[in-house]
């Protein structure tokens, strides 16, 4: 058997805006996120854990930020590309763990639409997919709500 452990973290800025993109979620806030890309970070550290676990780098690699295509793309196609890349060379997701860092929005609410949106884009069971959140205790650009940080966590599996 043969199991791969992967590891992925993002950062993304607050700006202004009314929403933002969470693990595949669109939550209403006072701010928006900063990035090239919809700028949900929690699925980019995913999809970074996904490449990672594989050896293949990490989301720039696949989808430079410097090509004007994946302006404002949205970070469903990186994930589905990282976890299509896995089933390539035959492997499976054992699990997922994503932990998002912030004070602010409350993540609580909406962990279980994030768990079934990235277990839904990944094809996988629910039971598989962990989304949970950690605050900074006010220290840090995330305690200071300058912006939001992400650690993800893959276990890619193949008999």
């Known amino acids: 058997m043969d199991v791969r452990l992967g590891n992925g973290f993002d ?3 607050f700006c202004e805006g009314d929403h933002l993109w969470l ?3 669109k939550l209403p806030h006072g ?13 980019h550290a995913l999809t970074d854990a996904i490449y990672g676990a594989l050896a293949l780098g990490d989301i720039g690699r696949h989808f430079p930020p410097s090509d004007p295509q994946w302006k404002g793309a949205a970070s469903h196609i990186f994930l589905a590309h990282a976890i299509e890349q896995a089933r390539a060379r035959g492997f499976a997701l054992g699990n997922a763990d994503v932990t998002l860092i912030c004070e602010r929005p409350k993540i609580g609410p909406h962990a ?18 962990s989304v949970k959140a950690t605050t900074s205790e006010s220290l840090g650009f995330t305690g200071r709500e300058e912006g939001i940080a992400a650690i993800a966590t893959a276990t890619l599996v193949k008999p």
């Open 112 to 129: 279980e639409a994030m768990r079934a949106a990235l277990a839904g884009i990944m094809g996988v069971d629910l039971d598989r997919i």
């Open 11 to 13: 950062v993304h800025a």
């Open 23 to 25: 693990c595949g979620v």
């Open 31 to 43: 701010r928006g996120l900063l990035g090239h890309s919809d700028a949900d970070v929690g699925m």
